[in-house]
Structure formats: structure tokens, C-alpha cells
T-cell receptor, first 115, second 112 residues
Framework: GAGVSQSPSNKVTEKGKDVELRCDPI?????LYWYRQSLGQGLEFLIY????????KSGLPSDRFSAERTGGSVSTLTIQRTQQEDSAVYLC?????????????FGPGTRLTVT | AQRVTQPEKLLSVFKGAPVELKCNYSYSGSPELFWYVQYSRQRLQLLLR??SRESIKGFTADLNKGETSFHLKKPFAQEEDSAMYYCALSPFYGGATNKLIFGTGTLLAVQP
């Protein structure tokens, strides 16, 4: 079946604007993760969803970042009042369960550029 | 603090040479360790995990708790092994989360 999909693939926005990034996980995957990769940095965990709830939001860098998941499926990551340091590739991953024995499948990412 | 360190940004070897990608971690509990790989123009994907103790594409990795290391090895590199390799750690929080903590990655370039 289809893998994890993300949209848009590329987003260029002006500083101060809000952006929404979308993730469609693999059907049936209850766990969903957002990561970001900044230039020269490794992948940084942002938030984890189990179903529609987010028991771990510890990686969100500021209150400008928020995320939701509806119907146990699609997730949206919203960044308000974007700053240049928000420029990064945002990756979404899903897995069958939160159990680490289950592989996380990654999407292609959304490249966000804040000008 | 939980941390994964990959000291080499780039590792260049010739085809047929042995490869060792270094990974050290910092974690007080009993983590699970993984290697993820990203080939050119492809998605990040799991290569192997320490609990499986398996060899994937000729790669192996042994968890050394004494040295807190999880180095990735292959005896004879192939050109198709050229990719970005990430070491990752999954902390055990009583199952509350399965987040991955990644290193900064090592780019492996296998020369013909």
C-alpha cells in the first residue's frame, strides 16, 4: 500500500506568516511522529501522537508550534509567526504501535524555507 | 541527558574496503539502538536494530554497553552502500513513547 505522505513537499513563506504542514500516515498506524532536520543538525523529535492524543510534546521548540491529529489518521503541524530559524525539513513518521519493536516509516518530508 | 554522537560527518572508502561508522550514546537506562539509512532521493528507512542481532545488506552492529557504543560495520563496502547513515536511540519510558533520538549522521561515500 501507499507509504506515509506529506504535503506540501516544499513551502516558502515570509517571516511572520503561519504555515500548516500535513502528514498522511500509513493506514492502520496508530502512532505518528513529527521530526525536523535543520541544516547541519540531526533529526530532532518534535511530537508524538497515539491515536488522536499527544502524550509526548516535549520536542516542540516553542508555543508557536502546535500539532493535531484527527480521526486517528491525518496530522497537521502548524507553525505560527514563522521565524528564519524554523527553516528545516519536517519529517513525519508512523508506526503500528508505540512499541519500539515496530518500525517507524518515514514520509518524504516538507522542506520549509522562511525568508 | 540523552544524546547520540556520530563523530564523522563524512567517511570515504574504496569499494571492497571495510567500513565502520561510529556511534556513541549517552543514556542512563537501557535504550534500544537503531541504524537508519537514507539513500539519494529516497526516504529515511530502518537498516537494523540491536535487538534483532541480524545482518542487513552485509551490515552488522553490536551494542557495547560498557563503551556505550553501537558502531555499524561491513567487511567489504559496495558502491550502492553510499548513503547517509543515522544512529538513533529509543529511550524506554515505560512504553509511554517511542520517540527516536538521532545523531547528526555520517555520509558514507564508496569510491569505485
Amino acid at each position: 500500500g501507499a507509504g506515509v505522505s506529506q504535503s506540501p513537499s516544499n513551502k516558502v513563506t515570509e517571516k511572520g506568516k503561519d504555515v500548516e504542514l500535513r502528514c498522511d500516515p500509513i493506514s492502520g498506524h496508530t502512532a505518528l511522529y513529527w521530526y525536523r532536520q535543520s541544516l547541519g543538525q540531526g533529526l530532532e523529535f518534535l511530537i508524538y501522537f497515539q491515536g488522536n492524543s499527544a502524550p509526548d510534546k516535549s520536542g516542540l521548540p516553542s508555543d508557536r508550534f502546535s500539532a493535531e491529529r484527527t480521526g486517528g489518521s491525518v496530522s497537521t503541524l502548524t507553525i505560527q509567526r514563522t521565524q528564519q530559524e524554523d527553516s528545516a525539513v519536517y519529517l513525519c513518521a508512523s508506526s503500528l504501535s508505540r512499541d519500539s519493536h515496530y518500525e517507524q516509516y518515514f514520509g518524504p518530508g516538507t522542506r520549509l524555507t522562511v525568508t | 541527558a540523552q544524546r547520540v554522537t556520530q563523530p564523522e560527518k563524512l567517511l570515504s572508502v574504496f569499494k571492497g574496503a571495510p567500513v565502520e561508522l561510529k556511534c556513541n550514546y549517552s543514556y542512563s537506562g537501557s535504550p534500544e539502538l537503531f541504524w537508519y539509512v537514507q539513500y539519494s532521493r529516497q526516504r529515511l528507512q530502518l537498516l537494523l536494530r540491536h535487538i534483532s542481532r541480524e545482518s542487513i545488506k552485509g551490515f552488522t552492529a553490536d551494542l557495547n554497553k560498557g563503551e556505550t557504543s553501537f558502531h555499524l560495520k561491513k567487511p567489504f563496502a559496495q558502491e550502492e552502500d553510499s548513503a547517509m547513515y543515522y544512529c538513533a536511540l529509543s529511550p524506554f519510558y515505560g512504553g509511554a513513547t517511542n520517540k527516536l533520538i538521532f545523531g547528526t549522521g555520517t555520509l558514507l561515500a564508496v569510491q569505485p
